[in-house]
Protein backbone atom coordinates (compact mmCIF):
# COMPACT_ATOMS: atom_id res chain seq x y z
CA UNK A 1 0.00 0.00 0.00
CA UNK A 2 2.87 2.40 0.86
CA UNK A 3 4.62 1.56 -2.30
CA UNK A 4 1.12 2.50 -4.47
CA UNK A 5 0.63 5.97 -2.33
CA UNK A 6 4.52 6.82 -2.84
CA UNK A 7 4.08 6.11 -6.89
CA UNK A 8 0.86 8.21 -6.93
CA UNK A 9 2.35 11.05 -5.22
CA UNK A 10 5.51 10.78 -6.85
CA UNK A 11 3.25 11.29 -10.39
CA UNK A 12 1.53 14.06 -9.19
CA UNK A 13 4.22 16.06 -8.14
CA UNK A 14 5.85 15.33 -11.67
CA UNK A 15 2.51 16.32 -13.74
CA UNK A 16 2.47 19.64 -11.19
CA UNK A 17 6.08 20.59 -12.08
CA UNK A 18 5.20 19.82 -15.78
CA UNK A 19 2.64 22.27 -15.44
CA UNK A 20 4.33 25.01 -13.55
CA UNK A 21 7.14 24.63 -16.84
CA UNK A 22 4.49 24.84 -19.55
CA UNK A 23 2.60 27.78 -17.70
CA UNK A 24 6.20 29.60 -17.85
CA UNK A 25 7.80 28.76 -21.60
CA UNK A 26 3.53 28.70 -23.04
CA UNK A 27 1.49 30.61 -21.25
CA UNK A 28 -0.96 30.61 -24.03
CA UNK A 29 -1.60 26.92 -24.36
CA UNK A 30 -2.95 27.56 -20.69
CA UNK A 31 -5.06 30.56 -21.73
CA UNK A 32 -6.17 29.09 -25.13
CA UNK A 33 -7.39 25.71 -22.83
CA UNK A 34 -9.16 27.71 -20.55
CA UNK A 35 -10.55 30.03 -23.24
CA UNK A 36 -12.10 26.85 -24.70
CA UNK A 37 -13.51 25.72 -21.69
CA UNK A 38 -15.61 28.83 -20.76
CA UNK A 39 -16.94 29.24 -24.42
CA UNK A 40 -17.56 33.02 -24.32
CA UNK A 41 -14.13 34.72 -24.32
CA UNK A 42 -12.54 35.76 -27.82
CA UNK A 43 -9.28 36.19 -28.53
CA UNK A 44 -8.57 39.30 -30.69
CA UNK A 45 -5.44 41.26 -31.89
CA UNK A 46 -5.29 45.10 -30.79
CA UNK A 47 -3.42 47.99 -32.23
CA UNK A 48 -0.63 49.51 -29.29
CA UNK A 49 -2.51 52.40 -27.58
CA UNK A 50 -0.83 55.85 -28.90
CA UNK A 51 -0.64 59.20 -26.67
CA UNK A 52 -0.15 60.83 -29.88
CA UNK A 53 -3.14 62.11 -31.85
CA UNK A 54 -3.94 59.59 -34.29
CA UNK A 55 -3.19 60.38 -38.26
CA UNK A 56 -6.19 60.33 -40.23
CA UNK A 57 -6.46 57.96 -42.62
CA UNK A 58 -5.85 58.77 -46.08
CA UNK A 59 -8.93 60.03 -48.23
CA UNK A 60 -10.74 61.18 -45.20
CA UNK A 61 -11.74 64.52 -44.61
CA UNK A 62 -11.94 64.96 -40.67
CA UNK A 63 -9.50 68.20 -40.24
CA UNK A 64 -11.70 69.33 -42.74
CA UNK A 65 -15.03 68.44 -40.84
CA UNK A 66 -13.46 69.48 -37.53
CA UNK A 67 -12.41 72.65 -38.74
CA UNK A 68 -15.85 73.88 -39.82
CA UNK A 69 -18.32 72.33 -37.58
CA UNK A 70 -18.22 74.14 -34.40
CA UNK A 71 -19.26 77.00 -36.46
CA UNK A 72 -22.49 75.36 -37.68
CA UNK A 73 -25.70 76.03 -35.16
CA UNK A 74 -28.57 74.02 -35.30
CA UNK A 75 -31.87 76.73 -34.78
CA UNK A 76 -34.84 75.88 -33.02
CA UNK A 77 -37.90 78.15 -33.78
CA UNK A 78 -41.24 78.51 -32.18
CA UNK A 79 -44.37 79.93 -33.13
CA UNK A 80 -46.95 80.82 -30.55
CA UNK A 81 -50.46 79.84 -31.79
CA UNK A 82 -53.04 82.67 -32.02
CA UNK A 83 -56.18 82.35 -30.77
CA UNK A 84 -58.97 82.05 -32.49
CA UNK A 85 -61.64 85.01 -31.28
CA UNK A 86 -64.28 82.28 -30.93
CA UNK A 87 -62.36 79.81 -28.66
CA UNK A 88 -64.28 80.77 -25.52
CA UNK A 89 -67.60 79.90 -26.80
CA UNK A 90 -68.91 77.06 -25.39
CA UNK A 91 -70.63 76.22 -28.71
CA UNK A 92 -67.36 77.06 -30.29
CA UNK A 93 -65.49 74.23 -28.50
CA UNK A 94 -68.05 72.03 -28.71
CA UNK A 95 -67.89 71.87 -32.98
CA UNK A 96 -64.07 72.90 -33.24
CA UNK A 97 -62.66 71.31 -29.79
CA UNK A 98 -60.55 73.47 -27.56
CA UNK A 99 -58.44 75.20 -29.56
CA UNK A 100 -56.81 77.48 -27.01
CA UNK A 101 -55.02 75.12 -26.10
CA UNK A 102 -52.77 74.19 -29.37
CA UNK A 103 -49.52 74.04 -28.91
CA UNK A 104 -47.06 76.15 -30.34
CA UNK A 105 -45.55 75.72 -33.69
CA UNK A 106 -41.89 74.46 -33.85
CA UNK A 107 -39.59 74.15 -36.17
CA UNK A 108 -35.72 72.75 -36.95
CA UNK A 109 -32.93 74.15 -38.66
CA UNK A 110 -29.43 75.01 -38.96
CA UNK A 111 -27.42 78.01 -39.34
CA UNK A 112 -23.50 79.33 -40.03
CA UNK A 113 -21.29 81.55 -38.23
CA UNK A 114 -19.96 83.98 -40.45
CA UNK A 115 -18.25 86.92 -37.88
CA UNK A 116 -16.86 86.86 -34.50
CA UNK A 117 -19.70 89.61 -33.55
CA UNK A 118 -22.05 86.65 -33.58
CA UNK A 119 -23.73 87.34 -37.43
CA UNK A 120 -25.10 84.17 -38.38
CA UNK A 121 -26.41 83.17 -41.96
CA UNK A 122 -29.12 80.65 -42.45
CA UNK A 123 -32.34 79.93 -44.60
CA UNK A 124 -35.22 82.86 -44.32
CA UNK A 125 -38.16 80.02 -44.66
CA UNK A 126 -35.88 78.43 -41.28
CA UNK A 127 -37.09 81.06 -39.23
CA UNK A 128 -39.80 83.19 -41.01
CA UNK A 129 -42.90 84.30 -38.80
CA UNK A 130 -41.28 82.67 -35.71
CA UNK A 131 -41.55 84.42 -32.34
CA UNK A 132 -38.99 83.39 -30.58
CA UNK A 133 -35.21 81.77 -31.90
CA UNK A 134 -33.01 79.92 -30.21
CA UNK A 135 -29.50 78.87 -31.51
CA UNK A 136 -27.29 75.87 -29.96
CA UNK A 137 -24.09 76.01 -30.26
CA UNK A 138 -21.59 72.89 -30.93
CA UNK A 139 -19.59 73.39 -27.58
CA UNK A 140 -22.94 73.43 -26.05
CA UNK A 141 -23.83 76.90 -25.34
CA UNK A 142 -27.15 77.88 -26.40
CA UNK A 143 -28.07 81.66 -26.90
CA UNK A 144 -31.37 83.67 -28.39
CA UNK A 145 -31.21 84.90 -31.67
CA UNK A 146 -32.18 88.60 -32.75
CA UNK A 147 -33.11 88.37 -36.46
CA UNK A 148 -31.11 91.09 -38.43
CA UNK A 149 -32.62 91.31 -41.56
CA UNK A 150 -34.12 89.11 -43.94
CA UNK A 151 -33.78 88.84 -48.00
CA UNK A 152 -37.34 86.45 -49.34
CA UNK A 153 -35.43 87.09 -52.82
CA UNK A 154 -32.63 84.33 -52.03
CA UNK A 155 -34.20 82.93 -48.79
CA UNK A 156 -31.28 84.28 -46.91
CA UNK A 157 -31.68 85.60 -43.55
CA UNK A 158 -28.67 87.07 -41.02
CA UNK A 159 -29.24 86.38 -37.36
CA UNK A 160 -27.16 87.39 -35.03
CA UNK A 161 -26.06 86.25 -31.04
CA UNK A 162 -24.38 87.73 -28.27
CA UNK A 163 -22.27 85.44 -27.34
CA UNK A 164 -17.77 85.87 -26.90
CA UNK A 165 -14.98 83.06 -28.24
CA UNK A 166 -17.27 82.58 -30.78
CA UNK A 167 -16.05 79.65 -33.74
CA UNK A 168 -16.23 81.29 -37.45
CA UNK A 169 -15.79 79.65 -40.62
CA UNK A 170 -13.50 80.65 -43.48
CA UNK A 171 -15.45 81.56 -46.50
CA UNK A 172 -14.40 80.01 -49.59
CA UNK A 173 -14.68 80.64 -53.45
CA UNK A 174 -17.40 79.49 -54.56
CA UNK A 175 -17.36 81.04 -57.80
CA UNK A 176 -14.20 78.28 -59.02
CA UNK A 177 -16.00 75.84 -57.97
CA UNK A 178 -16.30 73.04 -60.62
CA UNK A 179 -18.36 69.86 -61.64
CA UNK A 180 -16.97 66.53 -59.50
CA UNK A 181 -15.11 68.67 -56.42
CA UNK A 182 -15.54 67.12 -53.44
CA UNK A 183 -17.99 68.71 -50.68
CA UNK A 184 -19.55 67.93 -47.24
CA UNK A 185 -22.70 69.24 -45.99
CA UNK A 186 -22.92 69.78 -42.10
CA UNK A 187 -26.23 70.68 -40.41
CA UNK A 188 -28.70 68.99 -38.42
CA UNK A 189 -31.30 66.51 -40.19
CA UNK A 190 -34.46 65.77 -38.55
CA UNK A 191 -32.89 67.11 -35.00
CA UNK A 192 -30.91 64.45 -34.33
CA UNK A 193 -27.67 66.18 -33.88
CA UNK A 194 -25.00 67.87 -35.99
CA UNK A 195 -24.24 65.25 -39.20
CA UNK A 196 -21.77 65.67 -41.61
CA UNK A 197 -22.14 63.91 -45.20
CA UNK A 198 -20.38 63.75 -48.33
CA UNK A 199 -20.58 64.25 -51.82
CA UNK A 200 -19.47 66.42 -54.90
CA UNK A 201 -20.76 69.34 -57.00
CA UNK A 202 -23.05 67.93 -59.27
CA UNK A 203 -23.84 70.82 -60.96
CA UNK A 204 -23.40 74.75 -60.96
CA UNK A 205 -25.48 77.14 -61.97
CA UNK A 206 -29.26 75.58 -61.50
CA UNK A 207 -32.14 77.88 -62.61
CA UNK A 208 -35.41 78.19 -63.33
CA UNK A 209 -36.60 75.65 -59.95
CA UNK A 210 -39.33 77.73 -58.71
CA UNK A 211 -37.52 78.03 -55.27
CA UNK A 212 -36.22 81.53 -55.08
CA UNK A 213 -36.46 84.39 -57.44
CA UNK A 214 -32.99 84.82 -57.64
CA UNK A 215 -31.39 80.81 -58.41
CA UNK A 216 -27.91 80.28 -58.59
CA UNK A 217 -28.14 77.22 -56.95
CA UNK A 218 -24.73 74.68 -56.36
CA UNK A 219 -26.23 71.02 -56.80
CA UNK A 220 -24.53 68.22 -54.74
CA UNK A 221 -25.48 64.47 -54.16
CA UNK A 222 -23.67 64.92 -50.36
CA UNK A 223 -26.97 63.88 -48.43
CA UNK A 224 -29.47 67.20 -47.20
CA UNK A 225 -32.45 66.20 -44.92
CA UNK A 226 -34.93 68.17 -43.57
CA UNK A 227 -32.98 70.57 -40.89
CA UNK A 228 -30.02 70.71 -43.01
CA UNK A 229 -31.82 73.83 -44.52
CA UNK A 230 -29.59 76.90 -43.37
CA UNK A 231 -26.15 74.75 -42.74
CA UNK A 232 -22.78 74.43 -44.36
CA UNK A 233 -21.46 73.01 -47.70
CA UNK A 234 -17.77 73.27 -47.50
CA UNK A 235 -14.86 72.17 -49.79
CA UNK A 236 -12.39 69.33 -48.27
CA UNK A 237 -10.30 72.28 -46.57
CA UNK A 238 -13.81 73.43 -44.20
CA UNK A 239 -14.05 76.82 -46.42
CA UNK A 240 -18.05 78.01 -46.76
CA UNK A 241 -18.72 77.43 -50.66
CA UNK A 242 -22.37 77.77 -49.67
CA UNK A 243 -25.65 77.60 -47.50
CA UNK A 244 -27.95 74.62 -47.74
CA UNK A 245 -31.46 75.68 -48.73
CA UNK A 246 -33.44 73.06 -50.14
CA UNK A 247 -33.91 69.06 -51.59
CA UNK A 248 -35.29 66.85 -54.62
CA UNK A 249 -37.28 64.78 -53.00
CA UNK A 250 -40.70 62.90 -53.39
CA UNK A 251 -40.37 61.23 -49.52
CA UNK A 252 -39.60 63.81 -47.67
CA UNK A 253 -36.12 62.59 -47.73
CA UNK A 254 -32.58 62.98 -49.46
CA UNK A 255 -32.72 61.56 -52.76
CA UNK A 256 -29.25 62.53 -53.63
CA UNK A 257 -30.36 65.66 -55.08
CA UNK A 258 -29.37 69.09 -52.99
CA UNK A 259 -29.36 72.45 -53.68
CA UNK A 260 -26.92 75.00 -52.18
CA UNK A 261 -26.96 78.82 -52.26
CA UNK A 262 -23.32 80.03 -53.34
CA UNK A 263 -21.06 81.88 -50.70
CA UNK A 264 -20.18 84.66 -53.03
CA UNK A 265 -24.07 85.57 -53.07
CA UNK A 266 -24.99 84.97 -49.37
CA UNK A 267 -21.89 87.52 -48.66
CA UNK A 268 -23.55 89.86 -50.91
CA UNK A 269 -26.51 89.56 -49.14
CA UNK A 270 -24.92 89.49 -45.40
CA UNK A 271 -23.13 92.78 -46.28
CA UNK A 272 -25.83 94.47 -47.77
CA UNK A 273 -27.96 93.31 -44.67
CA UNK A 274 -25.69 94.47 -41.99
CA UNK A 275 -25.03 97.87 -43.79
CA UNK A 276 -27.92 99.41 -44.89
CA UNK A 277 -30.72 97.06 -43.20
CA UNK A 278 -31.09 95.36 -46.94
CA UNK A 279 -30.40 94.60 -49.75
CA UNK A 280 -29.16 96.79 -53.09
CA UNK A 281 -29.76 95.05 -56.20
CA UNK A 282 -29.60 96.66 -59.88
CA UNK A 283 -32.23 97.15 -62.00
CA UNK A 284 -32.24 98.14 -65.54
CA UNK A 285 -36.24 98.02 -66.60
CA UNK A 286 -37.13 95.60 -68.94
CA UNK A 287 -39.21 92.60 -69.81
CA UNK A 288 -36.82 89.90 -70.34
CA UNK A 289 -38.22 85.98 -72.20
CA UNK A 290 -36.52 83.13 -73.22
CA UNK A 291 -35.44 83.25 -76.92
CA UNK A 292 -37.13 80.65 -78.57
CA UNK A 293 -37.51 80.16 -81.95
CA UNK A 294 -41.48 81.96 -82.63
CA UNK A 295 -40.07 85.27 -80.53
CA UNK A 296 -37.01 85.41 -82.99
CA UNK A 297 -38.94 85.07 -85.95
CA UNK A 298 -41.22 88.02 -84.86
CA UNK A 299 -38.48 90.00 -83.98
CA UNK A 300 -36.50 89.42 -86.91
CA UNK A 301 -33.66 88.05 -84.82
CA UNK A 302 -30.67 85.83 -86.07
CA UNK A 303 -29.45 84.96 -82.34
CA UNK A 304 -29.51 81.87 -81.35
CA UNK A 305 -28.79 82.08 -77.60
CA UNK A 306 -29.20 84.86 -75.30
CA UNK A 307 -32.13 86.33 -73.49
CA UNK A 308 -34.73 88.18 -75.83
CA UNK A 309 -36.47 91.89 -74.69
CA UNK A 310 -40.35 91.81 -75.41
CA UNK A 311 -40.64 95.31 -73.57
CA UNK A 312 -38.08 98.66 -72.36
CA UNK A 313 -39.39 100.72 -69.91
CA UNK A 314 -39.83 104.33 -70.54
CA UNK A 315 -36.40 106.33 -69.69
CA UNK A 316 -35.78 103.51 -67.61
CA UNK A 317 -31.90 102.77 -67.38
CA UNK A 318 -32.08 100.34 -70.68
CA UNK A 319 -34.02 102.65 -72.56
CA UNK A 320 -31.50 105.30 -71.96
CA UNK A 321 -28.47 102.98 -72.68
CA UNK A 322 -29.91 102.30 -76.10
CA UNK A 323 -31.73 99.09 -75.20
CA UNK A 324 -34.99 98.32 -78.01
CA UNK A 325 -37.68 95.71 -77.66
CA UNK A 326 -36.14 92.71 -80.11
CA UNK A 327 -32.89 93.09 -78.52
CA UNK A 328 -31.09 89.94 -77.22
CA UNK A 329 -28.60 90.49 -74.53
CA UNK A 330 -25.90 87.65 -74.56
CA UNK A 331 -23.82 88.70 -72.36
CA UNK A 332 -23.60 90.93 -68.95
CA UNK A 333 -19.92 92.14 -68.27
CA UNK A 334 -17.76 89.24 -68.80
CA UNK A 335 -20.79 86.40 -68.22
CA UNK A 336 -23.01 84.85 -70.58
CA UNK A 337 -26.83 84.93 -70.51
CA UNK A 338 -28.77 82.09 -71.71
CA UNK A 339 -32.46 82.21 -70.11
CA UNK A 340 -34.52 84.61 -67.67
CA UNK A 341 -33.36 83.71 -64.38
CA UNK A 342 -30.05 84.09 -65.77
CA UNK A 343 -30.11 87.47 -66.88
CA UNK A 344 -32.40 88.60 -63.59
CA UNK A 345 -29.52 86.96 -61.49
CA UNK A 346 -26.56 88.86 -63.21
CA UNK A 347 -28.65 92.35 -63.21
CA UNK A 348 -29.42 91.71 -59.59
CA UNK A 349 -25.76 91.75 -59.10
CA UNK A 350 -24.71 94.55 -60.56
CA UNK A 351 -23.84 97.95 -58.86
CA UNK A 352 -26.87 100.50 -58.83
CA UNK A 353 -25.41 103.80 -60.37
CA UNK A 354 -22.05 101.92 -61.94
CA UNK A 355 -21.84 101.25 -65.39
CA UNK A 356 -21.29 97.75 -66.96
CA UNK A 357 -21.02 96.14 -70.31
CA UNK A 358 -23.78 94.46 -71.89
CA UNK A 359 -23.68 92.45 -75.34
CA UNK A 360 -26.41 92.80 -77.54
CA UNK A 361 -27.57 91.28 -80.88
CA UNK A 362 -29.51 93.27 -82.58
CA UNK A 363 -30.65 91.34 -86.04
CA UNK A 364 -27.18 90.85 -88.02
CA UNK A 365 -25.52 93.38 -85.89
CA UNK A 366 -23.58 92.51 -82.90
CA UNK A 367 -23.74 95.72 -79.97
CA UNK A 368 -21.47 96.64 -76.98
CA UNK A 369 -23.52 99.02 -74.78
CA UNK A 370 -23.10 100.60 -71.30
CA UNK A 371 -25.47 100.62 -69.22
CA UNK A 372 -26.12 101.99 -65.67
CA UNK A 373 -28.21 100.04 -63.24
CA UNK A 374 -30.79 101.84 -61.08
CA UNK A 375 -31.93 100.15 -57.67
CA UNK A 376 -34.37 97.39 -58.13
CA UNK A 377 -37.78 98.46 -56.40
CA UNK A 378 -39.03 96.08 -53.36
CA UNK A 379 -40.25 92.68 -53.92
CA UNK A 380 -44.06 93.91 -54.12
CA UNK A 381 -43.92 95.75 -57.09
CA UNK A 382 -43.47 93.73 -60.00
CA UNK A 383 -40.86 95.21 -62.28
CA UNK A 384 -40.09 92.56 -64.59
CA UNK A 385 -36.20 93.22 -64.62
Known amino acids: MKRIWLLFSQAVTVLLAAFFVVATLKPQWVQRGAASSLGGVVSIIETPISSSAPTPAPGSYSAAAQRASPAVV ?20 FFFGDQAQSQPQVGLGSGVIVSPEGYILTNNHVIESADEIEVHLADGRQALAKVIGTDPETDLAVLKIDLDRLPVIVIGDSDHLLVGD ?204
Open 74 to 93: SINTSKAVRAHPYSNDPFFR
Open 182 to 385: QVLAIGNPFGVGQTVTSGIVSALGRNQLGINDFENFIQTDAAINPGNSGGALIDVNGNLLGINTAIYSRSGGSMGIGFAIPASMAKLVLEGIVRDGRVTRGWIGVEPSDLSPELAETFGVKATSGVIITGVLQNGPAAQAGIRPGDVITEVGEKKVANFKELLTAVANLRPGTASAFTVQRGNERLALQVTPGTRPPRRVPPGQ
